[in-house]
């Protein structure tokens, strides 16, 4: 990856040169794709929500607009805090995820971080490469097919031994693609840890109990279905051959 900064009046980019030799501050404006008939989808409402793009040029894009969610949204639904350009929540999350895939980690290709100044604060978005076929593993929770649950521990077995600290680890930020193959999305506040050892750590814990409250709640059951076992057992068993 090239990485370049680009900046005009209160618009800061990060993005990937070799990706598009420049990416202006069009390219995170709705409207601006609307017009060029460019947005695949409209979003359904919702924190998190995402466009699809397809440029003239090149693959498929994910825009995703930073939200606020919880309580502090009644005040500031997409405002945050400027406290220095590294700092912010775009840069950290386009430099992690560039870092993830650089240990040849299964996650969408970054593609450009923009971040526009307001006052004391700035709103921001991410654009990301879309993974060509993939679903959230949301729609497979009643799939009965075991390796599909098994891919999928073991894909998150392989984040967990790189460190990675997924803050927002559910059913929706797993994608499965036409293949099988799965995908993790959504780096927003997570963070690399101290390489963990054969030892199950706090923070690992947390993610897979995270991710087992999330199915229950899409799935309406009090307890996890049969296969959520052989999701965690793929998984431990990775993790410790690591």
Known sequence: MEIQLYQKNKHRILYDADHHAQITEHWFNTDWWQENQAIIN?????????FFIKPDKGTELVLRHYRRGGLIARISQDHYLYTGLEQSRPWQEFRLTCQLAEMGLPVPRPVAAHLYRTGIGYQADLLTER????????????????????ATGQTLARFHRAGLNHSDLNANNILVNDSGSVWLIDF???????????????????????????ILKLTGLSVPPANWFSLVNSYEALLKDG
Not at 142 to 148: S, V
Not at 202 to 208: P, V
């Open 42 to 50: 409209e979003p359904d409402g919702g924190r998190g929500q995402a």
């Open 188 to 214: 927003d506040r997570c963070q690399l840890e101290k390489k963990p050892d054969s030892h199950q750590q706090e923070w690992q814990k947390s993610n897979i109990e995270r991710l087992k409250r999330s």
């Open 131 to 150: 993974l060509p076929g993939a679903r959230p593993f949301s729609h497979y929770l009643e799939n009965p097919d075991p390796h599909l649950w098994q």
